[in-house]
């Protein structure tokens, strides 16, 4: 039996600083400062916010001394555990990774962070508690087999996310390896996230993150007191790999451990929407500007994507030609390319100009997803797309997108990353405070970061006295 358990209990509680390569480092610090950009935004500017801070008001959670970001107000390092887990998740704009078809910053980087206040660790310490739960979320969702995991309903961002950020926050308290066997064997009996908000643009994705960051918290936490967990916690009779999927493979969890670094295969989105359809989208975009094409001059667009993502973002057709909200926009390509070609773009702001809009609707009318076999050689390594246009004048062209914007073959440039980040913050925090958020989190390898997660915290904050609070 391959011992994936202990393995992967050595590995996050002896993860060293020194161990990393500074380019895995330097990975992680970009995606920490998109995931805080995108919670930023999604503290003043989501549907779901302000049901989710008066619940875990109501709860008694926001009683501490652990922060959420975008306020100044203290909270319990469980709740902000799980208001900042569903705040990353908000927007579906966080990061992804292909191979294992999930989030990984959402989960992990809230729980590494509160851990951090509880505990009264570095940014440094943070930083590596958050590259050791990016490789243990990355590497369980591939053991797993994710189309599988996802046939069987499962949203593994979520449910591989509570190991994760149990991995997170026990390297972050300083559990031993013993102790990190016992967070995952508690974090077994909190795994969980469905997908059935696919059915009617629910907001239990969001929440489902969040608890997921919340609940490997506190099972680090409780295994650090000494209690005891269910062991192994992955390949047991009844543990995660059987109860989970149908053929796991769990010998990939542990496959190249410490040598070859998921980190630095994680992507960034371009677009804040289900990374299935960003190939279809950057398509779109291309042909758009290779013909200087207007909507009015579309008789069809065509996109071919594979068998997973077609269940994720295609079907049922009519359905996704006429997204009510913002989540079934998200899960949307007609919705995604009909943006993309009336507005040469996709930014998280077209969501309020294009929902329920009547020529974004006509446009969609038109958007016709399939299945494309070129698209299912590349899956899972790439959600790739072909996309073929047909305009009432006699254009017809297309293309195939194997490699989305965004994936580490494809990586945005630096400005490009800047820009996102500044574009999401700036209109809550201000430049000045853009700026020194910036500095804070590309600040977090330095062995000068000794005083605490504080700084991220405070720059993510807007200035004057509490406006979140009012806001909510």
């Known amino acids: 039996m391959t011992e994936v358990t202990k393995t992967l209990a050595r590995f996050a509680a002896g993860l060293r600083h020194e161990a990393i390569p500074p380019a895995v480092r330097e990975r992680a610090k970009l995606l920490v400062l998109d995931t805080i950009g995108i919670a930023v935004r999604a503290r003043h500017d989501t549907d779901s916010t302000p049901p989710t801070l008066e619940a875990a008001r109501t709860l008694g959670l926001d009683h501490g001394q652990a922060r959420v970001f975008g ?23 966080d990061d992804t990774h292909a191979p294992a078809s999930l989030h990984p910053s959402a989960p992990v980087v809230p729980a590494a962070l509160a851990a951090a206040e509880i505990a009264g660790r570095s940014s440094q310490d943070a930083l590596v508690g958050i590259i050791a739960g990016y490789e243990v979320i990355c590497r369980i969702s591939r053991a797993l087999i994710p189309s599988e995991h996802y046939d069987l309903g499962f949203h593994p961002t979520a449910t591989c996310g509570v190991f994760a950020a149990a991995a997170a926050a026990g390297r972050v308290l300083g559990l031993s390896p013993e102790q990190m066997e ?75 451990l410490g040598q070859a670094w998921e980190t630095t295969a994680i992507a960034v989105k371009p677009y804040p929407a289900c990374r299935a359809m960003h190939a279809a989208v950057d398509g779109v975009i291309q042909l758009r500007a290779r013909h200087n094409l207007v909507e009015e001059r579309i008789k069809s667009i065509r996109v071919g994507l594979s068998e997973t993502a077609l269940r994720l973002v295609g079907t049922p057709q009519e359905q996704k030609r006429q997204p009510a909200n913002v989540v079934d926009g998200q899960f949307s390509c007609h919705f995604g390319v009909g943006v993309a070609m009336r507005e040469g773009r996709f930014g998280w702001d077209d969501y309020a100009g294009h929902i329920g809009d009547a020529r974004t609707n006509a446009l969609l009318a038109r958007v016709e997803v399939g299945h494309d076999a070129r698209a299912e050689a590349e899956y899972p390594r790439q959600f790739a797309a072909a996309v073929a246009i047909e305009t009432v004048d006699g254009v017809n062209d297309s293309l195939f997108v194997p490699i989305p914007k965004g994936e580490p073959e494809n990586f945005q440039t630096a400005d490009e990353l800047r820009a996102k980040y500044a574009a999401l913050v700036q209109p809550v925090i201000g430049a000045a405070q853009e700026a020194r958020l910036f500095q804070a989190v590309m600040g977090m390898d330095s062995a000068a970061s000794g005083g605490g997660v504080a700084a991220i915290f405070d720059a993510a904050a807007p200035n004057s006295p509490d406006p979140a609070r009012k806001s909510a």
């Open 182 to 256: 016992d967070a995952y064997g508690i974090a077994l009996s909190e795994a969980a996230g469905s997908l059935q908000f696919l059915g009617n643009g629910a907001w239990t994705k969001r929440f489902q993150v969040g608890h997921s960051a919340m609940a490997g918290l506190m099972a680090a936490v409780f295994a650090s007191k000494g209690y005891r967990g269910a062991a192994p916690a992955f390949e047991g009779r009844y543990g995660f790999f059987h109860a989970y999927a149908r053929n796991a493979r769990p010998e990939l969890a542990i496959e190249g």
């Open 71 to 93: 306020e100044r107000g203290g909270w319990s390092p469980a709740g902000a555990a799980l208001v900042n887990g569903a705040l990353a998740h908000s927007l579906d704009f």
